[in-house]
C-alpha cells in the first residue's frame, strides 16, 4: 500500500502548523521544513484549505494556520478526503475496471476489509497526538528552535 504523494504533503503541512499553531507560517518555510516542492505544497495547501483544515491569508503577513483545534483534525477523515478519488485497486473503479475476475474475485472482499481496518485505525489519531511532546518532531519543524518554557525541549533539558 502507498498514499499519494499529495495526502503525505497533506499530512506534512498539517504537523508544520500544528507545531507552530501560534504562528501564520508561509508555505515556503513548510517546504523547506519538509523537503517538499513548492509547486506541490502550494496545490495540497489550497485543497487544504476548501477542506477547511487551514485558514489562508493574502497578502503581507499572510499565510497559513490550522483552521481547527489540533485535537479535533482526525488523521483518518483527513487521509479518507485525500485519497477519496483515488481507487485503491482497479476494481474498485467501476469506470476503469477491465478485470475478467471481478465477478467472481473474493480478494477484493478482503481488500475493503484491510482498508476498513487501516482507516479505523487512523480514525483514532488525532493530529493533536503527532504532536503533542514530539520533541523529535518539534526540533524539525519549529520555527523558533530555542526551548521556550514548557515545552517538551526544556522539559528534556531539566530531565
Do not use: W
Amino acid at each position: 500500500m502507498r498514499l499519494t504523494l499529495r495526502t503525505n504533503l497533506a499530512a506534512r503541512v498539517l504537523m508544520f502548523c500544528g507545531v507552530n499553531r501560534d504562528e501564520t507560517v508561509r508555505s515556503a518555510q513548510i517546504a523547506e521544513a519538509t523537503n517538499a516542492s513548492g509547486n506541490h505544497l502550494s496545490q495540497v495547501i489550497h485543497q487544504l484549505q476548501q477542506m477547511g483544515y487551514v485558514e489562508t491569508r493574502r497578502g503581507r503577513g499572510g499565510g497559513l494556520s490550522l483552521a481547527r483545534d489540533p485535537g479535533a483534525i482526525s488523521i483518518g477523515a483527513m487521509f479518507r478526503d485525500f485519497e477519496a478519488n483515488v481507487p485503491f485497486t482497479e476494481c474498485f473503479d467501476p469506470d476503469n475496471n477491465n478485470c475478467p475476475l471481478s465477478d467472481t474475485c473474493r480478494l477484493n472482499g478482503y481488500i475493503k476489509g484491510a482498508l476498513s481496518a487501516f482507516y479505523a485505525e487512523l480514525d483514532k489519531v488525532t493530529l493533536q497526538d503527532l504532536i503533542h511532546d514530539n520533541c523529535g518532531l518539534i526540533d524539525l519543524l519549529s520555527l523558533y528552535p530555542e526551548p521556550a518554557a514548557g515545552t517538551c525541549q526544556a522539559a528534556q533539558v531539566r530531565a
